[in-house]
């Protein structure tokens, strides 16, 4: 539970958030219906359900999200209709070996890639000159897991799609907003 969550949420967005995730295990869906219903409505496109599924149809949601456990126990034509049926997919992994089967995922979150921010003693699972091999068809994979401004180059070299941060952005939820802003210009430095 963060103070005033929906506010910088919607904060987020405005300043260039591209998606959020909303993972709240351990909250029954009463309580996330309040705090979606507390996002602008304009963004509720960009919300990724990671539990209470069903949120998807009430919102106007687009993605779903897979726990790697969830994804593994998940009968896999059920994962077919969703994306037949116009859902994007996203999922959880902690071993590259996992990527050559997520085809039917638009993206994957590889972690720790880096010692964790927000989970301390979450350490790292890559070597130092882990490189991501792009020449097997996958889904894109995103670094996750000790994400901040100061290893976005880093990501990069190691040849991942892009990067999901959490601990960098709400470890402290007053400051949530502008160290986003700080992680956004440093990624646009870096494409350009």
Known sequence: ?????????????????????????????????????????????????????????????????????????????KLSSLVNDGYRLSTSIHDIGAIPGLLRFEYA???????????????????????????????KVFALGGVNESNLEQIKEMNFDGAAVLGAIWQDPEQAVSNFIKIKQVTEELNS
């Open 1 to 77: 539970m963060v103070a005033n969550e929906a506010p910088i949420i919607n904060r987020l967005f405005g300043a260039g958030l591209q998606r959020l995730h909303l993972r709240k295990p351990g909250w029954d869906i009463g309580r996330c219906i309040d705090l979606i219903t507390q996002i602008d409505r304009a963004y509720h496109h960009a919300i990724v359900c990671h539990q209470h599924h069903q949120l998807v149809k009430i919102f106007g949601m687009e993605y779903l999200h897979y726990t790697e456990n969830d994804r593994i126990k998940s009968d896999q034509s």
């Open 109 to 139: 979150f590889l972690s720790p890639v880096f010692s964790s921010i927000s989970k301390p003693g979450y350490r790292s699972i890559l070597p130092a000159d882990f490189c991501l091999d792009k020449s097997i068809p996958s889904p």
